[in-house]
């Protein structure tokens, strides 16, 4: 089973944050994370890390799109190692990227954990037209 799940944990002032158990059963402990798209983060465990990191290698890098989003994914990884309490220490740089600064949601998405800041989580994720997504999705069987 990948990751499911939604947890809200807070940020100290030295920017570690709890990773839930059941995340963290899957993770290991040490993972990777990097910026993901919508302005969260994401962490891999080592081998879907591996498995991206080889995708993103395949890509031809003769075109500027493929060249950023390379750049975008791989310039922002760092390996977070879990400490006693469960915590990792998100780097400054991601937690600005993300916005995170105090409360923090971590949502399982099946392959990858995703590490939002609250405010963006609300904002990003009401659902509103989610019958409308899934009718579009109608030949996938879902």
Not at 31 to 57: M, P, R
Not at 80 to 90: A, F, S, T, Y
Request: hydrophobic share 40%; net charge negative.
């Amino acid at each position: 089973m990948g990751f499911i799940g939604e947890y809200n944990h807070t940020v100290d002032a030295k920017g570690r944050v709890i990773v839930p158990s059941r995340f963290r059963e899957i993770l290991g402990e040490e993972f990777i994370v990097t910026k993901g798209l919508d302005h969260c983060l994401c962490a891999y465990e080592n081998s879907a890390w591996q498995a991206f990191e080889q995708k993103l290698a395949d890509l031809p890098t003769n075109t500027r799109e493929n060249r950023q989003l390379t750049r975008f994914f791989l310039s922002g990884a760092t390996s977070c190692e879990v400490d006693k309490q469960g915590r990792i220490l998100l780097p400054a740089v991601l937690r600005t990227f993300a916005q995170i600064e105090k409360d923090a949601v971590l949502v399982g998405n099946g392959n990858r954990v995703e590490i939002w800041s609250k405010d963006r989580w609300d904002a990003a994720n009401n659902y509103d037209d989610i019958e409308d997504i899934a009718e579009s999705l109608e030949g996938f069987s879902i």
